[in-house]
């Protein structure tokens, strides 16, 4: 969002029409359309802020105990806020992860962000954070998760679950592509295959679902998502479509 001039003043209808229909968290980066995409949130979430759960990504070459200082900064001002309900990294990168929590720290102590985390955590990233000074205080991680990239669920999923750590999962249509074999699985619960590969996520404990949608028609129907209840022969029935994974493969990242 952001990036085409054209599409401006309908992103920012879209995200208003998320907003009036009750889907108020909002995960946008700096990295996205470089700026672009925050500061068009900014004027979405103008006069309704408190209503609105914020979350931003700081790129990890800048993500030094500084560094994330000046990053932020930049960012809430082109969100027009003061402060962001999460702040994560957007992937691990050669900064050493305590330099950048003591800059999320900091941030934290300041009041300009809530809470911090992570996203494109493997497991074994996951493992090294309690000995990170920090650490344990991460909130989420975000990855690449839904019915057609299920890897998270071998150890990574099970290992936040275990923690109660809430996992984010993006792109969660698989970015328009799901398969058309999922519509005669969806018109079984009056759904969209994409209505039901997020209330397949949703159904989940703990599991934040980020859907990008430009389009006031997609926002309806991805809202409606949320009442779709799935019964345990249609999850057998993707099970059998996307099955589960039986053994462990790195984490995909889109
Ligand atoms: N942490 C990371 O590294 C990372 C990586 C990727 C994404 N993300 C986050 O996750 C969010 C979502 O991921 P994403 O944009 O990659 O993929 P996505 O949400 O799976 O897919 C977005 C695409 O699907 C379309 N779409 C949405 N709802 C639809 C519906 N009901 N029917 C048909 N098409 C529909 C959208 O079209 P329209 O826009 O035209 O409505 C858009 O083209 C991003 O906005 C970003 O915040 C994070």
Same mark, same amino acid.
């Given at each position: 969002?952001?990036?085409?001039?054209?599409?401006?003043?309908?992103?920012?209808?879209?995200?208003?029409?998320?907003?009036?229909?009750?889907?108020?968290?909002?995960?946008?980066?700096?990295?996205?359309?470089?700026?672009?995409?925050?500061?068009?949130?900014?004027?979405?979430?103008?006069?309704?802020?408190?209503?609105?759960?914020?979350?931003?990504?700081?790129?990890?070459?800048?993500?030094?105990?500084?560094?994330?200082?000046?990053?932020?900064?930049?960012?809430?001002? $082109?969100?027009?806020?003061?402060?962001?309900? !999460? %702040?994560? *990294?957007?992937? =691990? #990168?050669?900064?050493?992860?305590?330099?950048?929590?003591?800059?999320?720290?900091?941030?934290?102590?300041?009041?300009?962000?809530?809470?911090?985390?992570?996203?494109?955590?493997?497991?074994?990233?996951?493992?090294?954070?309690?000995?990170?000074?920090?650490? $344990?205080?991460?909130?989420?991680?975000?990855? !690449? %998760?839904? *019915?057609?990239? =299920? #890897?998270?669920?071998?150890?990574?999923?099970?290992?936040?679950?275990?923690?109660?750590?809430?996992?984010?999962?993006?792109?969660?249509?698989?970015?328009?592509?799901?398969?058309?074999?999922?519509?005669?699985?969806?018109?079984?619960?009056?759904?969209?295959?994409?209505?039901?590969?997020?209330?397949?996520? !949703?159904?989940?404990?703990?599991?934040?679902?980020?859907?990008?949608?430009?389009?006031?028609?997609?926002?309806?129907?991805?809202?409606?998502?949320?009442?779709?209840?799935?019964?345990?022969?249609?999850?057998?029935?993707?099970?059998?479509?996307?099955?589960?994974?039986?053994?462990?493969?790195?984490?995909?990242?889109?």
């Amino acid at each position: 969002m952001g990036e085409r001039t054209d599409r401006y003043r309908s992103e920012v209808k879209a995200l208003q029409l998320g907003f009036d229909l009750g889907m108020t968290l909002v995960d946008t980066a700096e990295m996205y359309g470089e700026g672009r995409a925050e500061s068009l949130v900014g004027e979405a979430i103008a006069g309704r802020r408190k209503d609105i759960f914020l979350v931003s990504k700081v790129y990890p070459h800048r993500a030094t105990r500084s560094g994330v200082l000046t990053a932020c900064e930049q960012s809430l001002k $082109r969100l027009k806020t003061d402060y962001l309900d !999460l %702040y994560l *990294l957007h992937w =691990r #990168g050669s900064t050493p992860l305590a330099e950048s929590f003591e800059g999320f720290l900091q941030l934290k102590q300041q009041g300009m962000i809530r809470e911090f985390g992570v996203s494109n955590f493997d497991l074994d990233d996951m493992e090294e954070l309690a000995g990170v000074p920090g650490g $344990r205080e991460v909130f989420t991680n975000q990855v !690449l %998760y839904n *019915l057609t990239r =299920r #890897g998270i669920e071998w150890d990574l999923l099970p290992w936040c679950r275990d923690r109660k750590m809430p996992v984010m999962a993006y792109s969660p249509v698989e970015q328009g592509r799901l398969p058309a074999q999922m519509d005669a699985i969806a018109r079984k619960v009056n759904a969209s295959r994409f209505q039901l590969a997020l209330a397949w996520l !949703l159904h989940q404990d703990r599991i934040l679902v980020i859907p990008k949608a430009a389009s006031e028609a997609h926002v309806i129907e991805n809202r409606k998502a949320l009442d779709i209840q799935i019964p345990e022969q249609i999850l057998a029935e993707l099970d059998a479509l996307f099955p589960p994974p039986r053994n462990k493969s790195p984490l995909e990242i889109l």
